[in-house]
């Protein structure tokens, strides 16, 4: 007697039977002073909004996109880290453990902020980040015309210095929501060059859940290289 009857799968062809894709994450960490834009930017890129408020943030606040890009589906996995010394410093080792690329940014509108990025740099290159982990500058708040305050040629040779994209931006204008995807986008097409990047279900949490995943936004997108 043939088995059947309610219940079970629907007709269709067998998940199992079906090829398995894995997806691949690539872990991208936002770093530079507080008050930059960190968390708007990153909200923006993943959320496709400019937050009406923010705090500090504290430790680290997790965000995903994802993408697909020449046919491949990626996972960005966004680590927004703090800016404040206080907040941050005993997440540091886990902010560059297997991190895949960095984002340094400035305020525009903050001298200060730029200065300090040769700190941040140290701090990167003192946890033995590999030569090929790409990095990118971002110079954000520019909506804010009259306020600017590093001109843009004087960021264009720190990151030509440094070996690194400039893009200047502004998390606020929702004009500029191209640019700050862009920012993301063009580290995932250089990442997925490196084709040798495996799978990674847990980048940097193997086996635990990250302390303080206090939001998590997902959202999908479809691009081609914008670099
Ligand atoms: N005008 C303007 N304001 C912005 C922009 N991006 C962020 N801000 C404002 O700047 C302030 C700080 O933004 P956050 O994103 O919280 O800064 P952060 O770098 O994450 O700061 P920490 O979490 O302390 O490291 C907030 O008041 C934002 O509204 C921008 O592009 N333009
Ligand atoms: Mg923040």
């Not at 504290?58 to 206080?86: C, H, L, N, P, Y």
Request: aromatic residues 8%; proline residues 7%; contains cysteine.
């Amino acid at each position: 007697m043939a088995a059947g009857g309610g219940g079970g799968r629907p007709p269709g062809p067998d998940p199992a039977l079906e090829p398995y894709v894995q997806t691949r994450i690539f872990k991208i960490i936002v770093i530079g002073d507080s008050n930059v834009g960190k968390t708007c930017l990153t909200f923006r890129f993943c959320g496709g909004t400019f937050p009406g408020k923010t705090e500090a943030t504290i430790g680290v606040d997790f965000r995903e996109k994802t993408v697909e890009i020449e046919g491949e589906r990626i996972k960005v996995q966004v680590w927004d880290t703090a800016g404040q010394e206080r907040f941050r410093k005993s997440m540091v080792e886990h902010y560059y453990r297997n991190v895949h690329a960095v984002v340094f940014v400035y305020d525009v509108t903050k001298m200060s902020s730029f200065t300090n990025l040769k700190t941040w740099i140290e701090e990167c290159n003192g946890h033995a980040v590999p030569p090929l982990v790409p990095r990118v500058l971002v110079g954000n708040k520019c909506d804010l015309k009259d306020l600017i305050q590093v001109p843009s040629s004087m960021a264009l040779k720190f990151a030509d210095a440094h070996n690194m994209l400039l893009f200047e931006t502004s998390a606020k204008d929702p004009q500029e929501s191209q640019n700050v995807d862009a920012i993301f986008m063009c580290l995932v097409c250089r990442l997925k060059a490196q084709r040798s990047l495996p799978c990674r279900d847990t980048e940097g949490w193997p086996g635990q859940s990250p302390p303080h995943p206090r939001r998590l936004d997902e959202a999908s997108g479809k691009g081609s290289c914008p670099c």
